[in-house]
């Protein structure tokens, strides 16, 4: 009897930590969006106002964002400082795919942040200052569109996890 209730719990814990997990995805990328468009508006506006430098920039940038994004910045940084010889295009471009993985970003997300990376190296500083502006744009909008899935999704991933735990362990009860 122990071991049965035991196993339940597990069976039943296992797939509400699954269903949470899958919830929790909607969340983070809110945050995760939400993080990147303050970046890119700071970013916009010590380049824009103050013309400092991007190797300048991306502590700052590092202080607004929290893990996983600061990674996006600190390989954009390390890519930079590498002596590699990339531009900044290449830099972020580069730093986005090593770090793509551990965003909870959709793929519309990161086109997003790929044409942005691609218009760091072209132009002057107004074609920069535009190019972060279409960025934060489109990046708003792909957070309010995630805003409102996660309203949709989220609490229904949590109960349906909950849900197949408890019809798991009523079928092998």
Do not use: H
């Not at 122990?2 to 196993?7: Q, V, Y």
């Not at 039943?12 to 468009?37: N, P």
């Not at 900044?88 to 044409?115: Q, S």
């Amino acid at each position: 009897m122990i071991i049965k209730t035991f196993g339940a719990l597990m069976v039943l814990g296992s797939c509400s930590l699954v269903g949470f997990s899958y919830g929790g995805r909607y969340v983070r990328r809110v945050g995760q969006l939400r993080q990147l468009i303050s970046a890119l508006q700071l970013m916009q506006s010590e380049i824009g106002f103050t013309a400092t430098p991007m190797l300048e920039v991306l502590p700052r940038l590092k202080a607004v964002a929290r893990p996983p994004v600061t990674e996006l910045f600190t390989q954009f940084e390390y890519g930079l400082e590498a002596g590699k010889g990339l531009t900044a295009a290449e830099a972020w471009n580069e730093a986005l795919t090593v770090i793509k993985g551990r965003l909870d970003l959709l793929e519309a997300d990161c086109e997003i942040l790929e044409r942005f990376g691609s218009g760091l190296s072209s132009g002057g500083r107004d074609e920069q200052l535009k190019s972060l502006q279409l960025a934060q744009q489109q990046l708003a909008y792909q957070e309010r569109e995630a805003a409102e899935e996660r309203l949709k999704y989220e609490r229904l991933y949590k109960t349906m996890g909950v849900l197949v735990g408890l019809a798991l362990v009523l079928v092998f009860v």
